[in-house]
């Protein structure tokens, strides 16, 4: 070695290679979705949770969406929990149809606490239910979502995850570019991941939980990303998340910059804290296993370390072109033309999937700022990193009254347009 940093400098560069190819070569296999024989009678039953914390100007909406879902009402209930509310959240969805109950607890706040605490009740209680199905109260629920979960759970899957659309794209910048990121993830990441055999990891809304994992193995996801939790909780035993592309739930999307900074801060902070409990875990059963997906598990939990350390890379590297202080190996090991397809790729697939979904004119032009919403992790990411530790739960205020009709004329999207020809042929 010709520089006593390349000690340090040459593991980093090797870790910036490896990671590139595979989120390079992993996004290709989620530009197309493999053809899918379905299971269209219904057979399963499911208990459909809200955990609701003060969600009183939208809470309606989504109850009313939900009675209207393209499955026999017999086979599923929608149920609601209030939890600490101070507003008319229980009121408003008991009087829109759903089962309330309501949660107070000072010492034990959180989505992961609610969520443990209504599990308990479905157990205990003498109407059980073949798969629990979970939405944040702010969402809208595409009406064939529940017939696409029925056909996955007929198929043996367990722990699923649907497609997380937006709700409110077009309302701002920041909304835009937080679903142009969701839309991308959806696609070269967990459809990517589907299709090549790995897990996808749950979203903490529009997700599907077979009950006899839950009661074998139990929730104790409390963290603040009860999702990823239990997603790792769930893979170091050999289960899978898998993907549903076509069982879609649109999600409402931060207005401004600031809530969206709380938002993911909080993402960011739950992610490292799953990171450290569950990487050695995972590496060990991994290996024990000779489990490919559960290896892949840690690859998702180093995510932000990655973030992190191709940033400080970055830093070095034009210190080093003032004052060169270790080995630049990163076009030894691939050419300098393969750098330069890596790096119009990132501007490529983004593209590519808005022109799959068939995004509205307004979100191209949003897309202009997508750069900046992406590159807007690094600080967000390194905050998170510096609390990791404190697990205050933030919650985001949401604001947009929608009905599910409103969000299938105004998102122009692939999906909104066969939501819709489903919703008319049903009426």
């Known amino acids: 070695m010709n520089y006593i940093f390349d000690y340090i400098m040459i593991p980093m560069q090797l870790i910036i290679v490896f990671f590139t190819l595979y989120y390079f070569f992993l996004?290709?296999?989620?530009?197309?979705?493999?053809?899918?024989?379905?299971?269209?009678?219904?057979?399963?039953?499911?208990?459909?949770?809200?955990?609701?914390?003060n969600e009183e100007q939208v809470i309606g909406q989504l109850v009313?969406?939900?009675?209207?879902?393209?499955?026999?009402?017999e086979l599923y209930d929608i149920y609601v929990i209030a939890d600490n509310c101070k507003d008319k959240t229980a009121l408003i969805a008991k009087n829109a149809g759903a089962i309330v109950h309501e949660r107070f607890s000072l010492d034990q706040k959180g989505k992961g606490y609610a969520m443990e605490w209504m599990f308990e009740k479905l157990f205990t209680q003498k109407k059980q239910y073949d798969a629990v199905v979970v939405f944040d109260a702010d969402n809208l629920v595409d009406t064939n979502f529940l017939l696409e979960m029925n056909n996955r759970l007929c198929k043996g899957e367990k722990v699923i995850q649907g497609y997380l659309d937006a709700k409110n794209p077009n309302d701002t910048w920041i909304s835009a570019t937080f679903a142009i990121s969701f839309w991308v993830v959806n696609h070269i990441w967990h459809l990517a991941k589907y299709n090549v055999g790995l897990s996808s990891v749950l979203g903490g809304t529009g997700m599907c939980i077979s009950t006899d994992i839950l009661k074998k193995f139990g929730w104790g996801a409390t963290c603040l990303t009860e999702d990823m939790e239990f997603t790792m909780k769930?893979?170091?035993?050999?289960?899978?998340?898998?993907?549903?592309?076509?069982?879609?739930?649109?999600?409402?999307?931060?207005?401004?910059?600031?809530?969206?900074?709380?938002?993911?801060?909080?993402?960011?902070?739950?992610?490292?804290?799953?990171?450290g409990r569950f990487i050695p875990k995972l590496l060990i059963e991994g290996i024990k296993r000779r489990d490919i997906r559960i290896l892949?598990?840690?690859?998702?939990?180093?995510?932000?370390y990655f973030l992190l350390l191709s940033t400080l890379f970055v830093l070095f590297s034009y210190i080093g072109?003032?004052?060169?202080?270790?080995?630049?190996?990163?076009?030894?090991v691939l050419p300098i033309e393969v750098w330069t397809i890596i790096g119009v790729g990132q501007y490529i697939f983004p593209a590519i999937i808005l022109f799959k979904i068939r995004a509205n004119w307004k979100t191209w032009i949003y897309s202009i700022f997508y750069p900046l919403f992406i590159y807007s992790w690094i600080p967000?990411?390194?905050?998170?990193?510096?609390?990791?530790?404190?697990?205050?739960?933030?919650?985001?205020?949401?604001?947009?009254?929608?009905s599910y009709q409103d969000v299938l004329l105004s998102n122009s999207t692939e999906f909104s347009k066969e939501s819709l020809v489903s919703k008319q042929a049903i009426k």
């Open 296 to 304: 892949d598990g840690i690859l998702h939990l180093i995510q932000p």
């Open 64 to 73: 009313e969406n939900l009675h209207i879902l393209n499955y026999p009402s």
């Open 321 to 332: 072109y003032i004052t060169p202080f270790y080995t630049n190996i990163l076009y030894m």
């Open 27 to 53: 996004a290709f296999f989620g530009i197309f979705k493999r053809h899918e024989s379905k299971i269209t009678t219904p057979k399963n039953t499911f208990a459909v949770i809200v955990a609701a914390h």
């Open 380 to 402: 967000i990411t390194f905050v998170g990193y510096l609390h990791r530790h404190e697990r205050n739960w933030s919650h985001t205020k949401h604001t947009r009254s929608l």
């Open 234 to 275: 769930v893979l170091l035993i050999g289960i899978r998340t898998t993907w549903a592309h076509d069982a879609i739930v649109y999600d409402e999307k931060p207005l401004t910059f600031k809530q969206s900074w709380k938002q993911r801060k909080r993402w960011a902070q739950g992610h490292f804290d799953v990171a």
